[in-house]
């Protein structure tokens, strides 16, 4: 029997091979996309969740409004926050404060750099990073203690075993002892947290200034509450902590007349759960923040790529199923069942789904080294046999094919075999599943084209839109931890003076845009002036840099080395911080943000520039020359002529410099396209996404329409016998399916409407709706499908009407 199922339904097949083939291909390319979203999106998913405590650690986080009201999350918690939360909380099982130290490592006369992360003892309980050797409990007892991973062991040591050995750190510009007494294994892909090692939090040069100040925030921190306590009712019990602690700043903001936030407090300490972490991009998620927003998005792409494929199959089995009706007949006359007719074309549909899936396999495999360079995502053959992947694909399998083989299956099965055989059976006009799925999937195609043209215009918009700075021709080269950032200016400046092709030279402490080096930083400072809460980025720079960087200088003066207190005590600050101060002329002004670098005096307005991406509006800044702080980056402007060349003299200067590393310099207009990588894959991936829409959208119009026209040759030959020219036929056999896809267009056009102007509101700046994108995608919507279904349409319409009527 079984043999036999299998026999008719290869015959089937290949009897009707050109539908097979579009079956196919529609389905594995459809497997092939929808695995790849799936597993991308599984990756961001499953963040964090590896750690067996994760559903208890928590990242603490302030809400609070600005002066205009808007409320904002900081997630940079004072020194002090920590032992008061131990002594007041017993629910508090555990709390780590966490940041990035110094990444200048040395063993003997080799120098590494390494991400050395700061901590307490506690992080190594709370978090599963197993440790491969030494006491998680005891590890970080000692300030002199280093713990490092497999990575770094293998790097540094060799073959050598790590524990007992001493290390040197470059701490603040210093190099400072440490002892290995553990051994992290390496961090996954999937882990927020990622490091080299890890050393305590008391080492900081900084630490003991601010161990007490409740209103110096430099650090990251996690809290493991105990199982039987509530987030919710531990936020509450904040609220008297807050009071208790931060009670004096909460008042002078009152009094400074800012606005409560949605709680209803001038500042509130509210939880983050670890497996959210990864998705707050206001907190960063460890550099690697990405909006919840795109995970689902990606998945809907790729069920909205399956359902189109299989609409196309239950659309193409079902116009087939009258081709078939003789052969139910037959079979239903020599005693065939319902459940056997139905168990033979569900068998067929399985047999097509399990080849499509297989090719789909092939083809995601095949696609995936490319697909992890576009998502940055790091699947491999491992992802695939996971048990969430296999069960995944089994239960894709067994979904789609009981979807798309259950209808048409019960729809053959239905037939009136004294009917079939009598050859009375009648058509019905096209039904309204049809139509409804065909509607469907051009709305997905619609929806898909429109959201990528919205997508490519606002990419435009912020390549083109000008940052308050010129980005080009302009060289960004890291410092590394290794040199004295200011000997390496003083060297640079040197190499490269009377070069031809360089107009100047400086550095900063805050790189612009997305360097080789792939570090980010930012330092802010919040302070009081003439009873006005202040905020601003606090920029480290070097002379000439407004001349490097093109900045325009609005009142005052540039920092000149002519004058000796600009190193110590002068400061230049943006548009948007002088309008923060309320002074009419802020020339002359002194600020103090903080009691222990004394007071800086203002010598210039610059221009609002913007030293982040456009996501956020251009922040107050002040630019300062404080030496205590290190430069990060040397910038290099040069002269547009020979950017290849200029590149290479500076590359020559730098190897002369530090011919022990890695030149790593880029230019700074290559650094801000990187800032919108994440929406350039996320536009790659819909124009991908969109092209395989509208493609198998047109294979499935296609071949519904092949069909329905081949059931209405007869009708076109009588109307042709009666005087009807080609064009009115083609109108005819035409204007059903354009129907569809005008419905299709008007569902899609708020849908698109609604989706991206959610999407456009990450942004600080942005494009208004464009409505032409609309019109253009109804447009090419209706060409392309009148182009699809013109051929058959003019091929039936030119037939000889003496073939078609042959048989009556």
Known sequence: MLQSYLKIALRTLWKHRTHTLINVVGLAVASAACLLLFLTASFHLSFDRFHTKAGRIFQPYFLATDRDGSEKQNGSMPHPLLPALKAEFPEVEGVTRIRWSSGGVRYGDKTFSKMVRSCDPDFLTMFTFPMVKGEAKTALNDLGNVVISQNMAKDVFGKEDPMGKTLLLNQSGSWKNFVVTGILSDFPDNSTEQYDAFIRTENAAEYQTYKADWSHSDSGMYIMLAQSADRQAFEKKLEAFMQKYMGPSMKERQTNGYAKNSRGQQISLLLEPLTDVHFNTDLGGGGQGISKTYVYALLLIGLFILAIACINFINLTIAQSVTRSREVGVRKSLGAGQGQLMGQVWGETGLLCLVSLVLGLVLAYGLMPEFNKLLRTHLSLASFLTPTAL?????????????????????????????????????????????????????????????????????????????????????????????????????????????????????????????????????????????????????????????????????????????????????????????????????????????????????????????????????????????????????????????????????????????KQEFNGSFVSENTERWYRKEQRLSTIFTTAAGIAILLSCMGLFAVALISIEQRTKEIGVRKVLGASVGSLVALLSKDFLRLVGVAIVLATPLAWWAMRNWLGDFAYKISMPWWVFALTGGLAVVIAFVTIAFQSVRAALMNPVKSLRSE
């Open 391 to 659: 069960l995944a694909i089994g239960g894709g399998l067994l979904v789609v094919t009981l979807v798309v083989g259950g209808y048409p299956s019960w729809v053959v099965a239905r037939f009136n075999a004294v009917e079939v055989l009598k050859g009375k059976l009648q058509l019905n006009r096209p039904g309204l599943l049809r139509n409804a799925l065909i509607v469907t999937q051009f709305t997905i195609a619609c929806l898909l084209t429109a959201c990528t043209l919205v997508m490519v215009q606002q990419l435009g918009y912020l390549h083109k839109k000008p940052l308050g700075l010129n980005q080009d021709q302009v060289i960004s080269i890291p410092i590394g931890s290794d040199l004295d950032s200011q000997t390496a200016l003083r060297q640079l400046r040197n190499q490269l003076a009377g070069k031809p092709g360089v107009v100047s030279v400086s550095g900063t402490g805050v790189n612009i845009g997305n360097g080789l080096d792939g570090n980010n930083s930012r330092y802010m400072y919040g302070f009081m002036y003439n009873k006005r809460e202040l905020l601003c980025d606090w920029l480290r720079v070097d002379f000439d840099y407004l001349k490097t960087m093109q900045i325009k200088l609005l009142a005052g003066r540039d920092f000149n080395p002519a004058f000796s207190t600009d190193s110590s005590m002068a400061v230049l600050v943006s548009q948007r911080f002088a309008k923060q101060m309320g002074d009419a002329n802020p020339i002359g002004k002194f600020i103090q943000p903080d009691s222990a670098k004394g007071k800086f005096q203002v010598v210039g307005v610059v221009a609002d520039f913007n030293l982040y991406s456009l996501h956020r509006k251009a922040e107050p800044l002040v630019l300062h020359l404080d030496k205590n702080m290190a430069l990060g980056y040397l910038l290099v402007r040069v002269a547009p002529q020979n950017l290849t060349e200029a590149m290479e003299t500076v590359k020559a200067a730098w190897k002369t410099i530090a011919p």
